[in-house]
């Protein structure tokens, strides 16, 4: 079973600070997604990174996959309330049609 | 495009019950999966399908049951129903094609009393 850890499981921050979200595992991924969750909806894809040591910006988040395809991140860069919401990582066997999926990392941006 | 449909949205059952959650999707997708969501425990996957007829047990799939008779629709069984399933079930699908991004619906939320 492949498995995803996720850190830090909870961060409260101040509006305008920094942040980084880790998603790690000790088997290697086809791909790997991060999705944002609002409660009382589903997960909706923030960004999908494929190629090791690959670096992809969405306005303030910057995602990184690790060289080996094993691990990544999630950078915020001056955060906002509107940040605010359940992160989750997913490392993706394509062949399969599944995914694997980090416990999520619960983000509190106060004003 | 209604994307990925749950229904029910909220369910309460008794212990022993059983019931179905509806799952369908209009985008022609051929893997559909189903996950459950407990609090601090993320999603974890009950069953999964890579298209009509052909069905897969996920990491949690006791007391589930699956059928894919058609590409648009998959839903979830309880057979009979036990506290240990409350929780949020999400249907999600995606295409064969591509890194496997899932669109999800919008959650049932089950309570076994």
């Known amino acids: 079973t492949q498995l995803l850890e996720q850190s830090p499981q909870f961060l409260s921050i101040q509006e305008g600070e920094n942040l980084t979200v880790y998603c790690n595992s000790s088997?290697?991924?086809?791909?790997l997604q991060w999705y944002r969750q609002e409660p009382g909806e589903g997960p909706v894809l923030l960004v999908t990174v494929v190629t090791g040591g690959e670096v992809k910006k969405l306005k303030r988040l910057t995602f990184q996959f690790g060289d080996a395809r094993k691990d990544s991140s999630l950078h915020i860069t001056a955060a906002q309330p509107g940040d605010t919401g359940l992160y989750l990582c997913?490392?993706?066997?394509?062949?399969?049609?599944?995914?694997?999926f980090g416990d999520g990392t619960t983000l509190t941006v106060k004003p | 495009n209604a994307g990925v449909t749950q229904t029910p949205k909220f369910q309460v059952l008794k212990t022993g019950q059983s019931m179905t959650l509806q799952c369908a999707q209009d985008m022609n997708h051929e893997y559909m999966s189903w996950y459950r969501q407990d609090p601090g425990m993320g999603l974890r996957l009950i069953h999964y399908s890579v298209g009509a007829g052909i069905t897969d047990q996920g990491e949690v799939p006791n007391g589930y049951n699956v059928s894919r008779s058609t590409t648009e629709d998959f839903p979830l069984r309880l057979l009979s129903a036990a506290p240990s399933q409350t929780s949020v079930y999400f249907c999600a699908s995606s295409r064969v094609s591509g890194a496997n991004v899932l669109t999800f619906g919008a959650g049932s939320r089950l309570t076994v009393l």
């Open positions: 997913a490392g993706a066997d394509t062949n399969a049609g599944k995914s694997t």
């Open positions: 088997s290697v991924f086809s791909s």
